[in-house]
């Protein structure tokens, strides 16, 4: 959650609070409440009937209008709005949000009034990057060591790292099919005087890379 507040008019003050209500992985999405909360610290009730001009605006946008009324000492809820926001290709995302209040014509609440609020929202995890070219040593006549380095992660700990063995660059069909939870794998059973190709993959929670 993040939330900012601001004084308006004699006895006023207006507040943005943003929350993350859910995210969908599979759509790198998130869905972001923000609400528009009006205070009352004075002693009288503050209302006007009239049309007040409310809206959101920064990362997406909303508007609206209406009459309010606000009770001496309490407050009331005058934007609930949500969003579906989009993040970036790494999983990241950044949003920020303005709750603008029109001129309310009281002397409690005044206006017009604005409050602005940026919040990073947690990382939606991706798959993870390609391992760089494996390394093969040693190697023995019918059995040989993959080595590699970690790739990024992207987001989410890297879990198990596939590894796959051809006699061919389209690996089908396949010689090995095998895994590994550490950076390196023993494999055997080759071909001696044979050329191979070997590939890793990483997986995470985002499954594989």
Do not use: C
């Not at 001009?53 to 949500?82: E, H, L, M, N, Q």
């Not at 989009?86 to 409050?115: C, E, F, M, Q, R």
């Amino acid at each position: 959650m993040a939330d900012a507040i601001v004084g308006t008019g004699a006895y006023g003050r207006w507040q943005i609070i943003v929350t993350l209500s859910s995210q969908n992985a599979a759509a790198n999405t998130s869905y972001v409440r923000v609400r528009g909360i009006i205070y009352n610290d004075g002693g009288y009730t503050s209302y006007n009937n009239g049309s007040v001009a409310k809206s959101i605006s920064g990362t997406s946008a909303w508007s609206g209008s209406g009459p309010f009324s606000v009770a001496a000492y309490s407050s009331i809820t005058f934007i609930d709005v949500y969003f579906t926001v989009t993040h970036g290709a790494d999983g990241n995302k950044t949003v920020s949000y303005t709750a603008n209040l029109g001129a309310t014509g009281t002397t409690n609440i005044g206006g017009p009034t604005s409050v602005a609020v940026g919040m990073v929202l947690p990382r939606i995890p991706q798959l993870p990057s390609a391992p760089a070219q494996p390394s093969v040593s040693p190697i023995g006549t019918t059995t040989a060591t993959v080595g590699w380095v970690a790739p990024a992660n992207n987001g989410a700990t890297i879990t198990t790292y596939g590894i796959e063995v051809a006699l061919n660059s389209g690996f089908s069909p396949l010689l090995i099919n095998t895994t590994s939870t550490s950076l390196s794998k023993a494999l055997s059973g080759l071909t001696d005087g044979t050329l191979h190709y070997v590939r890793v993959r990483a997986y995470n929670s985002a499954r594989l890379g």
